[in-house]
């Protein structure tokens, strides 16, 4: 049972344009979501976070929002650069869930130059 | 500030084999949490421990066990390890137990099982 989907394996973008990366999830329980970065030889790195209680939150060029009657998130990355290409891992928990984190499959994202 | 760390950095074992992991959390967390990632899917969750006692269990069989210790640095132990144990095993810390919180990921642990 995948509580948090992303149906994206892959995304390609142009360098400069925006990124969007997609997540679902199916569990109306959930009320904090996280975005994780992962390079290959490395641990997941925090990118950014939003509570329940908001729709959207942004941190440089990086935003995430979150469409809570659709149980939908996303992840734009503006103006995309290079360096960002990685795997991209949407999380969820939910309150009084001991700090479980439900990751999707996750999205590879290239940026071309 | 150090982040996570994780020993050792890659681990080939035998099927019935134990196996020791060892995490250090970055200093002031006193949660850890540890995952399981196979290849192509997302990290699966497997245990938290906030000071020092397990607060959350994911589905892995009793084979999986782990402990933290005073200084908050913590161990997973799979015992009667089976082809499908070989995974990169995570550890992650995070200042609270409950959201708002980020995970901090170490670099992991790559677990192979001939």
């Known amino acids: 049972d995948q509580q948090v989907k992303q149906n994206s394996p892959s995304l390609s973008v142009q360098e400069g344009r925006i990124s969007i990366l997609n997540c679902d999830y199916t569990n109306s329980m959930f009320d904090y979501f996280l975005w994780y970065k992962k390079y290959p030889a490395e641990g997941p790195t925090f990118l950014i976070s939003i509570s329940s209680i908001k729709d959207k939150n942004e941190d440089g060029r990086f935003t995430v929002f979150l469409n809570k009657s659709a149980k939908h998130l996303s992840l734009h990355i503006v103006p995309s650069q290079p360096g960002d290409s990685a795997v991209y891992f949407c999380a969820a928990s939910a309150t009084g869930n001991t700090g479980k984190l439900i990751f999707g499959q996750g999205t590879t994202l290239q940026v071309k130059p | 500030d150090a982040g996570v760390t994780q020993s050792p950095t890659h681990l080939i074992k035998t099927r019935g084999q134990q196996v020791t992991l060892r995490c250090s959390p970055i200093?002031?967390?006193?949660?850890v949490s540890w995952y399981q990632q196979v290849l192509g899917q997302g990290p699966q969750f497997i245990f938290q421990y906030y000071e020092k006692e397990e607060r959350g269990r994911g589905n892995f069989p009793d084979r999986f066990s782990a402990r933290q210790f005073p200084n908050y640095s913590s161990e997973l132990n799979v015992n009667a390890l089976l082809l499908g144990d070989s995974a990169l095993y995570l550890c992650?810390?995070?200042?609270?137990?409950?959201?708002?919180?980020?995970?901090?990921f170490g670099p992991g642990t790559r677990l192979t099982v001939t």
């Open positions: 992650a810390s995070s200042l609270f137990r409950y959201p708002p919180y980020e995970q901090y």
């Open positions: 200093s002031g967390h006193k949660s």
